[in-house]
């Protein structure tokens, strides 16, 4: 267990505005795909992927709220 407590933290700031900006070209790939624009192969990877950015982003947002701050009160 002490391994895993001195593990670098990789990420070292949570940016969220990111999240909607992945998210347009995501539901524009979805929409071409389930109207016909695109073949429907594309729209079944749109809706992976906008399940993939629907959890990552409820797990950005845990580690958003569980950070402790950066300024201890005592």
Do not use: C, H
Not at 49 to 59: E, L
Request: charged share 15%.
């Amino acid at each position: 267990m002490a391994e895993l407590r001195n593990k670098p933290v990789l990420v070292q700031r949570v940016r969220l505005w990111w999240y909607a900006v992945a998210l347009v070209p995501i539901l524009v790939l979805l929409y071409a795909g389930l109207t016909g624009i695109l073949p429907t192969l594309f729209g079944l990877a749109a809706l992976f992927a906008f399940f993939f950015w629907v959890f990552s982003f409820g797990f950005a947002i845990y580690a958003k709220l569980r950070r402790p701050s950066p300024d201890p009160r005592q």
